[in-house]
């Protein structure tokens, strides 16, 4: 039996020319790839790790709202910084967020990203409920 996989797009700049989505849920697994701080074209917290890991947060958070999950649901984290100093910061941002749950985490620093006024990239890894099959799944595997 082929089991449903429903994609989120981001709205991330390379998401097209790369082909990838913000997001991708199959069964009870949600996975969100790397998330920065773009919303469109425009790079929010320019020079800010705090405000370029809230946001990145925020849309990952997002990408797994529109698969039914929510920040409750979230079993692993991995943050990527391209500077060792920006941890205190980037780890109280997490902290807003997921204190309450608690999730596996990862830190990094890594030698740059694609655009370098990107300070700040993260992952999250959700467990939620496995959706019964429905009309509204995008794609089949």
């Known amino acids: 039996m082929t089991q449903a996989v429903r994609r989120v797009r981001g709205g ?22 790397g998330t920065t701080s773009f919303r469109g074209d425009i790079l929010h917290g320019e020079g800010d790790p705090a405000e370029q890991a809230r946001v990145a ?34 780890g ?3 902290h807003e967020f997921f ?16 655009d370098p006024r990107i ?6 890894e959700a467990h939620r409920e496995t959706p019964a099959p429905g009309p509204e799944e995008s794609e089949q595997s």
Do not use: C, K, Q
Request: no cysteine; net charge negative; aromatic share 8%.
């Open 12 to 33: 991330s700049p390379w998401e097209e020319p790369f082909g990838f989505s913000r997001a991708v849920a199959a069964g009870d697994r949600i996975v969100v790839g």
């Open 99 to 114: 204190a309450a749950v608690r999730p596996v985490t990862t830190l990094v620093v890594v030698d740059g990203f694609v």
């Open 119 to 124: 300070l700040v990239e993260v992952e999250l």
């Open 92 to 94: 109280a941002v997490h």
């Open 57 to 90: 947060f925020t849309n990952a958070l997002a990408a797994i709202r529109e698969l039914g999950a929510g920040p409750e649901s979230v079993i692993r984290t991995r943050m990527y910084l391209t500077h060792a100093r920006d941890a205190d910061a980037v």
